[in-house]
């Protein structure tokens, strides 16, 4: 089985989300995504932060029966902030043993893996999965890969070499970076929470279900 991981906030989920996950999945030909909303996200102001309750359950609402995709809540079920090299290794302790995980996210998390705790250790732990995000891009002169390309470069400081072949970065002791091109919608939770403070709508966003949810709830006002 080849197995995704996807974690973020979620706060909420929205087709940005579940766009680059249905396309990751059928460029990798990966069997399943797992959606892992973060407990208290170790990077982010946790007052803007819906329940932990009410974006899972919003993640279970978006995702319906969609096929492939999933909802884990092995980190909220966790004590204390979320931490990615904690969930790979639950992963890896719980899935069989011949499967094959990637760990996937946007560029703009990415860009700030050397903050994470145990980052050069989940570099060598498992292959990440890089997509494009269109607030990201726009800051690059040389266009997102360049942005990518310059920060494994300087920040990571590993010998990392690009194959064309493979669209990814190798390097000696670490696992692949693959680099993959999703549907660029420039879609964030910032701008839907923005917008429901604002009484404007998030039609088109978020699934039908999640807006009826977050409008039923009154999250985010
Ligand atoms: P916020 O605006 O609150 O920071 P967000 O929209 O970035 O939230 P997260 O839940 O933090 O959403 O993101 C989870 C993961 O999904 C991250 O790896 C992020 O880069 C990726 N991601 C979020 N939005 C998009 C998008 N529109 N396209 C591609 N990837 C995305």
Not at 129 to 145: E, L, Q
């Amino acid at each position: 089985m080849k197995i995704g991981l996807f974690g973020g906030t979620f706060n909420p989920v929205h087709l940005g989300h579940l766009r680059a996950a249905v396309e990751v999945r059928e460029g990798f030909e990966l069997d399943e995504i797992y959606l892992i909303p973060a407990a208290l996200p170790p990077h982010k102001a946790t007052g803007e932060v819906a329940a932990p309750d009410d974006r899972l359950n919003m993640l279970n609402l978006a995702l319906g029966t969609a096929g492939g995709l999933k909802v884990s809540d092995v980190e909220l079920k966790r004590s204390g902030p979320s931490y990615t090299i904690d969930t790979v290794a639950h992963f890896k302790r719980t899935l069989p043993a011949e499967s094959s995980l990637f760990l996937i996210m946007g560029l703009d998390a990415f860009l700030e893996i050397d903050t994470w705790k145990s980052y050069r250790e989940l570099l060598a732990l498992i292959p990440f999965i890089v997509i494009n995000r269109p607030h990201a891009d726009s800051r690059a002169a040389g266009g997102p890969w360049k942005l990518l390309a310059d920060y494994l470069a300087t920040e990571l400081a590993a010998d990392y070499s690009f194959s064309a072949s493979r669209s990814a970065y190798l390097a000696r002791g670490r696992q692949p970076i693959y680099v993959w091109e999703v549907t660029a919608l420039d879609i964030s939770s910032t701008r839907i929470r923005r917008a429901i403070s604002e009484n404007r709508p998030i039609d088109y966003w978020v699934p039908t279900k999640v807006a009826e949810y977050i409008r039923t709830k009154g999250i985010y006002r």
